[in-house]
């Protein structure tokens, strides 16, 4: 159980396009999904927060009309790198907390993004 | 915020001893603390995790100790095997609040044969 799926894996695209990450949780309902950025052999960073039905909250210094973020059902979120640029190739992991669990976060396998 | 600080950045030890990671936090409302090992490329997998009114847990060749009045905390795994290669990451977080998890900067830790 507790399984978080994102899709696409990978996915590369030129710079000035848009691009969609989706975050699943495929047999638990996530009241809270989490958005991180992982650079070459560096640590997780948090990029927002995202509750079911409302808006996510962003972390500081993470652009929001870059990063959008949508959580339109418990068990999706997604995230849109708009405008994306060289600098934004990254790892892009979602993490869901399951409804009824009260610490436990399930991390889906990441989304590499590159940006030519 | 919370600012969690990990040592050493990297870890080189010879297959059958032990390997410890130490990590300190700042926020002393931080009540969480999960462990996580990642693969190149791969998602990161929680291995074990404690809680503040806990001061140790261990899980067969894994252990975690804690020490709230000094804000840190360690990562023990004895018997090392190469697959225990991997990247640890620490974590602290607030279990009633936002539960956001603030990750340390990681150890790459290699296991030798």
Not at chain 1, 29 to 39: E, I, L, S, V
Not at chain 1, 99 to 108: K, L
Not at chain 2, 68 to 83: D, R
Request: proline share 4%; net charge neutral; charged share 20%.
């Amino acid at each position: 159980g507790a399984v978080v799926s994102q899709h696409p894996s990978w996915v590369i695209c030129k710079s000035g396009t848009s691009v969609k990450i989706e975050c699943r949780s495929l047999d638990f309902q996530a009241t809270t999904m989490f958005w991180y950025r992982q650079f070459p052999k560096q640590s997780l960073m948090l990029m927002a927060t995202s509750n079911e039905g409302s808006k996510a909250t962003y972390e500081q210094g993470v652009e929001k009309d870059k990063f959008l973020i949508n959580h339109a059902s418990l068990t999706l979120s997604t995230l849109t790198v708009t405008s994306a640029h060289p600098e934004d190739s990254s790892f892009y992991i979602c993490s869901a907390r399951a409804r009824t669990d009260g610490h436990e976060q399930y991390f889906g396998p990441g989304t590499r993004l590159t940006v030519t | 915020g919370e600012n969690v600080e990990q040592h050493p950045s990297t870890l080189s030890v010879q297959e059958g001893d032990s390997a410890v990671i130490k990590c300190t936090y700042s926020d002393s409302a931080s009540n969480y603390f999960p462990w996580y090992k990642q693969e190149l490329g791969k998602r990161p997998q929680l291995i074990i995790d404690i809680r503040s009114n806990v001061g140790e847990k261990k899980d067969q060749r894994i252990a975690v100790t804690l020490n709230k009045t000094a804000k840190h905390f360690s990562l023990h795994i004895t018997e090392t095997q190469p697959e225990d290669s991997a990247v640890y990451f620490c974590a602290a977080s607030i279990i009633q609040g936002a539960q956001k998890l603030v990750f340390g900067q990681g150890t790459r830790l290699t296991i030798n044969p």
